[in-house]
């Protein structure tokens, strides 16, 4: 297969802020009187911001009008702002950079495909902007993963096929997302998490280790 676009998810595929989003909803659990652990965490992980304000919900056992979740969802991202205003490129997972600038180097489209509504302010801040050919965030979508609208959009700008699309994801929705529409899901993290993924490196510095191999013998 020729791989012709590379789509990576943005929050604990490149940049490690999976840990504030988990942070901020910890502080919203915490005063609404139940406790959020790691492990329930897994299931918010590429889910939208008031996605994760339901699932959040149904762990405590709390049921909120329309109005309270905006309140609380808009507090959540006040507390997340607070961290991300002061991340640098130092907060760049281990190969980030250099897995954009390889598939680039071997003439792949690169594009984001993020359920954040936050990607452009982290993308600056971590200075991998211009690293992008697309960039599909949560502003951008009507559907949030598992639906794969965010992955489908970039190949569709560029009139990609899916099967020739290939995608990083650290959550499970995301993984799901993209075998839904035949694109290659490239899982980074946990294995067993992750099992649903055709394939799982522990971070993308091992990921590009494949790949330079793999688009070595086949391109
Ligand atoms: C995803 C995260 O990338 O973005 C989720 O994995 C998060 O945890 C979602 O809820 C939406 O992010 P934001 O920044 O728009 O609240
Ligand atoms: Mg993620």
Redesign the pocket.
């Known amino acids: 297969m020729k791989y012709q676009n590379a789509i990576f998810?943005?929050?604990?595929v490149l940049v490690d802020t999976?840990k504030y989003?988990y942070l901020a909803w910890n502080k919203i659990a915490g005063r609404l009187g139940f406790s959020f652990t790691q492990q329930d965490n897994e299931r918010?992980?590429?889910?939208?911001?008031m996605d994760?304000l339901k699932i959040l919900l149904s762990i405590g056992g709390l049921s909120l009008t329309d109005e309270e979740m905006q309140r609380i969802a808009a507090e959540k991202?006040g507390y997340?702002l607070d961290y991300i205003s002061r991340i640098t490129p130092d907060e760049l997972l281990a190969g980030a950079k250099e897995i954009l600038v390889f598939f680039h180097s071997k003439g792949l489209n690169v594009s984001l495909g993020?359920?954040?509504?936050?990607s452009r302010l982290i993308l600056e801040k971590t200075g991998i902007a211009q690293d992008f050919d697309c960039i599909i965030d949560?502003n951008c979508v009507t559907k949030a993963k598992p639906d794969p609208q965010v992955f489908t959009q970039s190949a569709d700008r560029m009139q990609i096929s899916y099967c020739a699309c290939i995608v990083f994801e650290d959550?499970v929705a995301g993984i799901q997302a993209a075998k839904s529409v035949g694109m290659l899901a490239v899982g980074i993290g946990d294995p067993q998490s992750l099992r649903q993924a055709d394939k799982v490196f522990p971070d993308l510095l091992q990921a590009k280790q494949y790949f330079s191999h793999y688009l070595t013998e086949s391109y």
């Open positions: 998810d943005l929050d604990g999976a989003h918010l992980k590429g889910v939208s911001r994760s991202n997340y993020s359920a954040s509504k936050n949560g959550s």
